[in-house]
Nanobody, 127 residues
Framework: QLQLVESGGGLVQPGGSLRLSCAAS????????IAWLRQVPGKERVGVSC????????NYADSVKGRFTISRDNAKNTVYLQMDSLKPEDTAVYYC????????????????????WGQGTQVTVSS
């Protein structure tokens, strides 16, 4: 079965850190750009970060710049999202999505651009 699987979510205090993982099952990520998105119940899914297939280009939402870092290890078929200095407003379900288009990271918030996506992992930032 071709899918993405997120892991690494949990409960953390404000100011703490978590590292999320997005692993591919049934296919290799080498040719795919990967994005992280997040969603709070009752609100639309919003973009967080994206990394090109080579790893040479990344982008971040303004709300997470300087605090989150996206990276990839194609040998492990996994993409990571290192989240530092977490705030209560970072609480959400985090999803990863893959796109083969060279323009994926420019428009990844649109679900129509997603070739594969995961089921999400819950991140809760609370004292």
């Amino acid at each position: 079965q071709l899918q993405l699987v997120e892991s690494g979510g949990g409960l953390v205090q404000p100011g703490g850190s978590l590292r999320l993982s997005c692993a591919a099952s049934g296919f290799t990520l080498d040719n795919y750009a990967i994005a992280w998105l997040r969603q709070v119940p009752g609100k639309e899914r919003v973009g967080v970060s994206c990394i090109s297939s080579s790893g040479g280009s990344t982008n971040y939402a303004d709300s997470v710049k300087g605090r989150f870092t996206i990276s990839r290890d194609n040998a492990k078929n996994t993409v990571y999202l290192q989240m530092d200095s977490l705030k209560p407003e970072d609480t959400a379900v985090y999803y990863c999505a893959a796109g083969e288009s060279r323009y994926f990271c420019s428009g990844y918030v649109d679900p129509a651009t997603h070739d594969y996506w995961g089921q999400g992992t819950q991140v809760t930032v609370s004292s």
